[in-house]
C-alpha cells in the first residue's frame, strides 16, 4: 500500500537534497520522491543512490522523478513522469511491472490519460502557488479537486490521486474531503521546526480523521 503522505525532495545542492531526505525520513516519511531538477545526471545519481540505501532501511518507497534510467540504475521502488516525459509504456518496458509509475496531472483529461496509462498513482495539482515549481499550470483549488472527484466517479474510474502544489497542514483535512487519497509535499516538511509531530498529525487526519 502506498503511503499518504510523498516527501518531494529539494535543495540546490547535493548535501542539501540528502539532509532534506534524511530529516525526511527519521521525522516518519515512508515515500520519498527524488526530485533534483537543476542537478547533474552525476548529482542526481548520487541522490538517489544514498536515498535508495537510507529507504532501504527506513522500509519507505524511493521514488526518482523523471528518469527512468536513474531509477533502475538504483533499484528505486518507482518512477515519477511528467506529462512532457517518457511514456509509461516506455518506463514499464524498462522496468517492469512490479515497479511503481506515477504520472502528473493538471485536468480531468489528464487524469483519464494516466488511469488508461495505467500510472499506479496520479499527483494531481497545483492546488495553489508553490515556489519548487517553475512552469506551473493554472490553478485547481479545492473546488477543482472535488469536481474531478465528482467526473471520476460518475465515470466509474479510480486511482489514488495525490494532491500537490503549495498545500499547508491547514489543507489536509479539506483535501480528504474532496476525495484526494493523499499528498505530496516538499517546503511544508523540510521547513517543519517539528518534523515528525507534523507528520504524525497528517497521518492521522488522512487515515484516520
Known sequence: MLSKIQYISHGDTVEEQKKNILNALEAGCKMI????KHGSKEAVLDVASQARTWCT?????????????????????????????????????VLGSAKIIGGTANT?????????EKCNYVGLGPLRFTSTKEKLSPLLGFEGYQRIAKELEQLGLAIPIYAIGGIV?????????????????????????????????????????
Open 33 to 36: 520522491q527524488v526530485r533534483f
Open 57 to 93: 532501511y527506513a522500509q519507505a518507497h524511493l521514488i526518482i522523478n523523471d528518469s527512468i534510467e536513474i531509477t533502475k540504475a538504483v533499484d528505486a521502488d518507482g518512477v515519477h513522469l511528467g506529462l512532457a516525459d517518457a511514456s509509461v509504456e516506455e518506463a514499464r518496458k
Open 108 to 116: 480531468l483529461e489528464d487524469v483519464i490519460q494516466r488511469i488508461t
Open 169 to 209: 497542514q491547514s489543507d489536509v483535512a479539506l483535501l480528504k474531503r474532496t476525495g484526494i487519497y493523499g499528498i505530496a509535499v516538499s517546503g511544508m516538511i523540510s521547513d517543519a521546526a517539528d518534523r515528525r509531530t507534523l507528520i504524525s498529525e497528517i497521518d492521522q487526519t488522512l487515515n484516520y480523521a
